[in-house]
């Protein structure tokens, strides 16, 4: 649900918030910002937890919108830790206003999981391998694959330790370059996330 903003909860609800505040700089008279309410409206249930969404009256609240130099309304910024760190002027369409939050909001844990379950479950479809039928194993190790993309950015090998040499890290970003030699061997990867197709 949205927020009503007024200059007298500005600081409070988007300055000091502790997750990024989406703000809705709109009016009564305006037809597009109108248009785009439900828009806001779905976004602010959709995000609900990781983005605050607030709706700022332009003429009722003039001294916040001529702080932030609003000259064409609706505007939407974002805030993060009290700096504005996007801005849209006009009426986006949803998909395009979910892909720009997308980049701003730092995914979840579980997002992320999800998101290399895809690509690898991509790879076991093209390759000789797929993932090892011991279901727990699998999500243990997506987890912890999850968890070093978070960390560092990558997903890297849960079972080997990065060295810091971007060259070398590379190669144990998950599917690592040695798997296809272990599983050649050993019929699964050092980590047990894939066997042969066979097995
Ligand atoms: S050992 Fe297995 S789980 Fe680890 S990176 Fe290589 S393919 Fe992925």
């Not at 206003?97 to 997002?111: A, C, D, G, Q």
Request: charged content about 35%; hydrophobic content about 40%.
């Amino acid at each position: 649900m949205e927020i009503m903003l007024i200059e007298e909860n500005f600081q409070k609800e988007v300055l000091e918030s502790d997750i990024p505040v989406l703000v809705d700089f709109w009016a009564e008279w305006c037809a597009p910002c109108l248009m785009i309410a439900p828009t806001i409206e779905e976004i602010a249930q959709e995000y609900s937890g990781r983005l605050r969404v607030g709706k700022l009256n332009v003429d009722e609240n003039p001294t916040i919108a001529a702080k932030y130099n609003i000259r064409s309304i609706p505007t939407l910024l974002i805030f993060k830790e009290g700096k504005v760190i996007e801005q849209i002027v006009g009426a986006l369409p949803k998909e395009a206003l979910k892909s720009k939050i997308e980049v701003i909001l730092p995914m979840e844990l579980k997002e992320i999981k999800k998101e290399i379950r895809r690509g690898l479950e991509k790879y076991t479809k093209e390759s000789p391998y797929k993932f090892n039928p011991d279901k727990k194993k699998v999500d243990l190790i997506l987890s912890g694959l999850a968890k070093r993309k978070k960390e560092l950015g990558f997903a890297y090998c849960p079972c080997r330790v990065p060295s810091g040499n971007k060259e070398e890290d590379r190669k144990i970003i998950c599917p690592c370059a040695y798997h296809k030699e272990e599983i050649a061997k050993d019929g699964i990867c050092l980590c047990g996330l894939f066997v042969r197709k066979e097995r």
